[in-house]
């Protein structure tokens, strides 16, 4: 089993690409957390986005937030053409600072869940979903 | 060959990330829905069935993100559609001042297993779909103007009929007055036809289980039908499938309600003769 | 008013006082995304439920703000303590100015 120069390469550039995908975090995506956090520092940790590895269609994307004691969480579809997706505002009967939705991913791209805590901090969470082109069904 | 050989290692590499996720038709699966109907996904394939050993319900090829929408009532999707027919069951419309509720006084509970052993022939020899029935009931009885074979009212009206059989297990005949129909769906099943030259055992019987592109391909089974399509977002019936499936192979279509696709309704029901009714189900 | 337009919920009938239950609800909208054409390649209007809240006896459980990403026939699953009987009032606002409402009873015991 031997790979030539060519083909060794050609694998290494694969891979490479397979690992760097080009996602846009774009400047209306860059607005939309601006807009939410005021320009305020985000660190990660402290907030559990679920989301499928790979989304049968992008149509509906079971997607669930958890940022325990959070006052709010927004989500961010950072490949869509409007990058906002929702914002929870969590109300003084939570039981929990969770929620779970269906979205609309216009292709392979990270989802972030940014939290905004009761004292004016921000963490957050992101999840590549990479989104599949139909074999036929388009 | 050192070419070949870097063909095959690329090929198994977009295999694997594609794989990722996938459910794998064959492994242990099991549909339980709302906690308490468990559902069976394969059986032994029916007796006409020549080149197939076991039949396996849609279900079980798609991810199980969508799997898990089919297993509680309130997270499917169809179950909004299923309301709409609820609302037009009891709703009065044609000459007669009739609703569905005016004659079937006991609610649609009354099609119980009806879906399963559809289409059949009738009492004037003839195959007839669900959807005829209903438009049946509509024209001649409510004085009512017929639905259109697969928009939104009809669907629904065949999705909340075809609740009422799900759990029951798919029979539908095949012998007898049917048989002439049952041939000739046959011979259109095997039948290569459109730009791509495909048959619908090209995809469903040759190769299923198999990605085509990033779509994991089933046995093209219609136990679940109408069925809720994440792609579209509303109920799918067995016609429209079948009409969108020649359009993606680049054949003419024939028309929904003709006597082709009653042809093939018949003849591909009866590939999932020993499988149960899952409608109204939910796919990609 | 958007036709078809149809609140489900599902709420448990009953609660411990204090107790923290799953609700889900979903309503049937299209959810026009403002980024689709039609077949003349008109750019079909935006049309979408952009706000949905949960209050118990008047408290706020959620207060959702929602863009056209959210999928067609918006769906909602979270949880809420129930420190008391009463009532969940579910609220969904259309751009179009309608607003749907649907509410729900629990009891302790």
């Keep these: 089993m031997e790979f030539s120069r060519r083909e060794t390469i050609a694998l290494g550039l694969g891979a490479v690409a397979l690992s760097v995908m080009p996602f846009r975090v774009h400047a209306a995506t860059e607005e939309v957390i601006a807009a939410f956090t005021g320009g305020a520092d985000v660190t990660d940790g402290g907030v559990t986005l679920t989301a499928p590895e790979i989304a049968e269609n992008g149509n509906t994307v079971p997607v669930a937030v958890n940022a325990p004691g959070a006052a709010a969480i927004m989500l961010v579809a950072t490949g869509n053409p409007t990058p906002a997706v929702a914002t929870f505002n969590f109300g003084e009967l939570a039981a929990a600072q969770s929620a779970s939705t269906r979205i609309r991913l216009a292709g392979t791209q990270d989802v972030v869940a940014i939290a905004r805590m009761p004292d004016g901090t921000f963490i957050r969470a992101a999840s590549t979903v990479k989104v599949t082109i139909g074999g036929c069904g388009g | 060959m050192g070419m070949n050989l870097f063909k095959t290692t690329a090929a198994i590499a977009g295999l694997a990330l594609m794989g990722t996720g996938m459910a794998t038709a064959g492994e242990e699966s099991a549909l339980t829905i709302n906690g308490d109907l468990t559902i069976p996904t394969s059986a032994s394939a029916p007796a006409h069935l020549e080149n197939i050993d076991m039949v396996t319900s849609g279900w079980i090829y798609r991810t199980k993100e969508t799997q898990a929408l089919q297993m509680d009532d309130f997270d499917n999707p169809s179950f909004v559609f299923v309301d709409v027919a609820l609302d037009l069951w009891d709703k009065v419309d044609g000459s007669e001042g009739k609703a569905c509720s005016s004659c079937h006084e006991n609610g649609p509970e009354e099609f119980a297993g009806l879906t399963a052993s559809m289409p059949r022939i009738n009492a004037e020899g003839q195959l007839e779909t669900t959807t005829e029935l209903v438009n049946e009931c509509r024209t001649e009885r409510m004085g009512a103007e017929p639905w259109k074979y697969s928009k939104g009212k009809m669907a629904a009206m065949t999705s909340l009929i075809g609740l009422q059989s799900r759990g029951s297990v798919v029979n539908v005949a095949i012998d007898g007055a049917a048989a002439p129909y049952w041939e000739k769906g046959k011979e259109l099943y095997y039948t290569r036809v459109g730009q791509l030259d495909m048959s619908c055992s090209n995809c469903h019987e040759d190769n299923y289980d198999v990605m085509i592109r990033a779509d994991h391909l089933s046995q093209g089974q219609i136990n679940g039908f109408p069925t809720y399509r994440l792609k579209n977002a509303k109920m799918n019936t067995t016609h429209a499938r079948f009409k969108g499936c020649m359009k993606n192979i680049r054949a003419k279509p024939f028309g929904q309600g003709s006597d082709e696709f009653k042809a093939l309704e018949l003849y591909v029901a009866s590939r999932g003769n020993g499988l149960t009714v899952e409608t109204p189900s939910v796919r990609n | ?109």
């Excluded at chain 3, 107790?19 to 979408?48: F, Y």
């Design chain 3, 1 to 109: 008013m958007a036709s078809g337009v149809k609140p489900r919920v599902k709420v448990p009938k009953k609660a411990a006082a204090g107790e923290a239950i799953t609700i889900k609800t979903l309503i049937s909208h299209k959810m026009e995304s403002g980024q689709r054409k039609d077949k003349e390649g008109n750019v079909i209007p935006r049309s979408i439920i952009n706000r949905f809240t949960c209050a118990f006896n008047g408290k706020s459980v959620v207060d959702i703000t929602m863009e056209p990403a959210i999928s067609t026939n918006p769906y909602f699953q979270f949880d809420a303590t129930v420190p008391e009987a009463g009532e969940f009032v579910f609220t969904w606002y259309d751009d179009d100015g309608s607003v749907y409402d649907t509410k729900k009873s629990v009891a302790i015991g």
